[in-house]
């Protein structure tokens, strides 16, 4: 019933810009946050950005900051990822779920996870000249 589907994603050249989609349905964005995360063939799933439907706050991993930008849109009850000057190290299969930002003593972190406790496939983002 709830679901949280993510597209958007192609090639790209280093220095180029996609934008994400993740739609939401059975939901509301109002009272949760929607956080985009990536992984990596070999690598642990890490969280790059969130985005509040309540409040609009917004949270930005320090790998994608000041080159990435989330926004909501709440009429059409949908999250976007703006990821501008891509680089080799961006690419990843992208992924979108109900999030939280939890603190570490390395810092923040973003957590999240799937009400049906599935990623399914997500969206492929390659960087490669």
């Known amino acids: 019933q709830v679901k949280f589907v993510e597209s958007g994603g192609g090639l790209v050249q280093p220095g180029g810009s996609l934008r994400l989609p993740c739609k939401v349905s059975?939901?509301?964005?109002?009272?949760?946050?929607i956080g985009w995360f990536r992984q990596a063939p070999g690598n642990e799933r890490e969280g790059v950005s969130s985005f509040s439907g309540r409040d609009g706050t917004t949270f930005y991993a320090d790998s994608v900051k000041g080159r990435f930008t989330i926004s909501g849109d709440k009429a059409e009850n949908t999250v976007y990822l703006q990821m501008n000057n891509l680089k080799h190290e961006d690419t990843a299969v992208y992924y979108c779920?109900?999030?939280?930002?939890?603190?570490?003593?390395?810092?923040?972190?973003?957590?999240?996870?799937?009400?049906?406790?599935?990623w399914g496939q997500g969206t492929q983002v390659t960087v490669s000249s």
């Open positions: 059975g939901f509301t964005l109002d009272p949760i946050t």
């Open positions: 779920a109900p999030a939280l930002i939890v603190t570490t003593r390395d810092g923040p972190r973003l957590a999240g996870a799937r009400p049906d406790g599935s």
